[in-house]
Each structure stands twice: as C-alpha cells, then as structure tokens.
C-alpha cells in the first residue's frame, strides 16, 4: 500500500494533510531573506485556521493577521502572543473592536475613516488608546485573478493615499488612537516582484511624508501575496522580493512586517479523494469521486487549476476526463480535462497543493460532513480534526425542532 493510500486507509476520506516539516522549511527561508531588518511574519490565519497549524506557527515564531474576532481568538488560544496578532478586513462590528481592544493586540487595521471614527469611539468608551495602523491602496495591479486583486481602487479594500493623510493627522491629534502602522495588500497568488516593489515605493515615501508630520510610523506592512505553484507558474524569488522592499525602506527605521498565508502552507497540504466509479456521457469520461465542491471549492470558484496525481498507476496510459464529485451543481469539480489513468473504485487520487483556501472555505453544502484534516512531521502522522458527523452538522438545529 502506498504512503497516501495507507493514509486514506486509515483517516477514511475525503480528508486535507499538511506537511508541517515543509512548513516550517518554507518559514525559515522567507524569515532568513528578511534577516537585514527587524521583521515580523505574520501568518495569514483566513488561508488555513486549524488551531493546530497556528499552534506550529507560534512554535516557529510567527504572528497572525486576523480578519475577524474569531480568527483573533484562535490565534491567542494557539499561543500566538498578542503583541504579535494583527486585526485587518473591512467590516468589523463593534463589538468585534472592542474584544480586539481588551485582547491589547499590536494593533487594528483600518479600512476607512468611517471605521476609524468607531475605533475612536469604543477605545474612548473603554479609557484605553487604540493602537492602529491604515491600509492604503496603492491602486496597482497585481496581475492576478480579478476576484484575489485588492489593490486597485475598483476593490473594496483601504483607502487612497489623500485619506490616509487625513486619517493619519486626526489619529495622532486623537487621544484615543496611536497611528502606529501602514498597510498595503494588492492582492493574492501574485508571481511577478514588480507590483510589490512598486506598492513599497508609493507608501514608503507616504510614510517619509508622514515622519515629517511628527507621526512616528514603526510597522511597515507589506500584506502577503507571494504566488506559488499550482501548474507551471513562475514563482517570485523571495530574494528578490525581499530585496525589492529594502530598497523602498531606505533611510526608514521600521519593523517590516509580512502577512503570507499561501507561500506558507498552499503548497505543504493534500487532499486526498476516493474514486467511486467512471462515467461516460457519449465521448465525454467522467472520474466521479467522493470528494466535492463544498471540501474544495478553489476549481469552481475560481477556475482554479490542482495537479492531481494516482499512486501505483505511473507509466499507465493516460485519457482525458473531468474529475467531478457528488454534490449536486454542475459546477461540483476538482479538475476539468486532465489526463490521468484508467481508475478503478476505491483508487485514491492526491489533489496537489490544496493547503491554503481549502479546509477554511469548506461548507455543509448538500448536508455533507466537513473532512478530517492530519498533520504529517518527523515522518509520523497525527489526526489535527475529526471528520464531522451529522449530529455535529445539525447540533444548532435539533433542540428547535
């Protein structure tokens, strides 16, 4: 039995796995590119939240960027120190602000002045100065997919380089907020170096424009973005990278701080299905698995492409397929006209690269149970979250009936 199959075998599936040996190696060398400079990398918790992937963050050193109260509650119960968690997204409630407040992490990231104006507000109301930093769209295009671009002004995210001026100015003339941070994130799965270099330009001379003014900005945040590969992309040298923001931050005395969540752990996880049967409608070949749309919806969202591989059947001749599931849409797929082997029931396909935006997007969509997800270190494997039953799945639902 091969290593995936025995893996499959023994958690059942459809079921995630993160190599946590990789995660740890690809830490390591984006912190070392940054060693020139004091540094904060803060994992991306939206990219993948399992308490214990936080939990190995924390081991490794890193912080968290948290977009809601939720995610800042997993991160403090995984041990990520609260001077290093960072509360960013567009809309949050009050009541969110205020748990971040009393939670004193190192600071919130605004959106807007209108946001800004509550933060006031509630620290005000609480008798404690908000720490804040703002982020700023740059308006460049990170050549990407239109739905992971955030740094043009058609995006809903931050605010244009004249507000944030104006939202800098009344932050450090408010007693109830400390400006101490800029922010940019032009988007995700980026693989080109320039639209960061150019994004570090434009807010590193904001930010020199803003020391002139007195206010005293210690975080330079550069958001996260770094592509990798998913086909035949080619991917951002983090030398390069890292080179390229140094040099923006000439002169400058801040903490550069990172936000990566894909580079860390989109290419470190697997998901693993079980075929059920093939399907031929006319000409056309079907691969119909056990897992679908609603544990993986990356392919259906954003046409997505998942190298998916077949252990024991290399050198067999290969047709081509789609490889859909059981979920009752039309756009239920993991990979359309891929060639892969004549399968059989119960082979296990090994969907490549499926760490990121996978597990944290999943549904009970179609009343279908969300997977079990397993760590893999020092050559053992270990069970991180237990498959849902149906009685977890309609637990909120049953003392109403």
């Known amino acids: 039995m091969t290593k995936f199959s025995a893996l499959a075998h023994t958690y059942g599936t459809p079921l995630y796995l993160y190599d946590f040996d990789s995660i740890t190696h690809k830490f390591s060398a984006l912190k070392d ?150 922010h940019f994130h032009i988007g995700s799965q980026i693989t080109d170096v320039n639209p960061f270099k150019e994004a570090a330009d434009v807010l590193a001379n904001l930010v020199r424009n803003l020391k002139a003014l007195k206010i005293d900005i210690k975080f330079f945040d550069v958001g996260g973005g770094i592509g990798i590969q998913y086909k035949e992309e080619e991917t951002i040298a983090l030398y390069d990278y890292a080179q390229s923001i140094f040099a923006a931050l000439g002169g400058l005395d801040v903490t550069l701080v990172c936000e990566p969540g894909r580079y860390l752990v989109g290419d470190c996880g697997y998901f693993l299905t079980k075929v059920l049967y093939e399907k031929y409608n006319g000409f056309k070949r079907f691969v119909i698995v056990d897992g679908a749309m609603n544990d993986l919806i990356r392919p259906s969202l954003y046409q997505a492409y998942h190298a998916i591989e077949v252990e024991g059947k290399e050198g067999t001749e290969k047709s081509l397929c789609d490889v859909v599931g059981p979920v009752c849409e039309s756009g239920d797929f993991l990979a359309k006209n891929i060639e892969l082997p004549a399968l059989e029931h119960d082979d296990i396909l090994v969907v490549k690269s499926a760490g990121a935006y996978g597990f944290t997007m999943s549904s009970n969509y179609n009343t279908r149970m969300r997977v079990a997800e397993v760590a893999l270190e020092n050559g053992e494997d270990r069970l991180i979250r237990r498959r849902e039953t149906f009685e977890d799945v309609i637990a909120l639902e049953k003392e109403y009936l």
């Not at 060693?35 to 918790?45: E, M, N, W």
């Not at 308490?51 to 119960?77: F, N, P, Q, Y």
């Not at 995984?78 to 602000?97: C, L, W």
């Open 33 to 182: 590119v940054f060693k020139a400079r004091k540094s904060l990398i803060c994992f991306a918790v939206k990219s993948n939240s399992n308490l214990s992937v936080l939990k190995h963050m924390a081991h490794l050193g890193a912080g968290c960027d948290c977009v809601s109260i939720g995610e800042v509650k997993r991160a403090l119960l995984a041990g990520i120190p609260k001077y290093k968690i960072i509360f960013s997204g567009v809309g949050k409630r009050d009541d969110e602000i205020e748990e971040a407040l009393r939670n004193d992490i190192l600071m919130l990231n605004l959106e807007s002045e209108e946001e800004m104006k509550r933060v006031e507000i509630i620290a005000q109301k609480l008798g404690v100065v908000a720490r804040i930093s703002i982020r700023v769209n740059p308006n460049i295009d990170p050549k990407t997919h239109p739905y992971i671009s955030t740094g043009l002004h058609e995006n809903k995210f931050g605010v244009d380089i004249e507000s944030a001026k104006r939202m800098y100015i009344h932050a450090k003339n408010s007693a109830s907020l400390d400006p101490v941070g800029i």
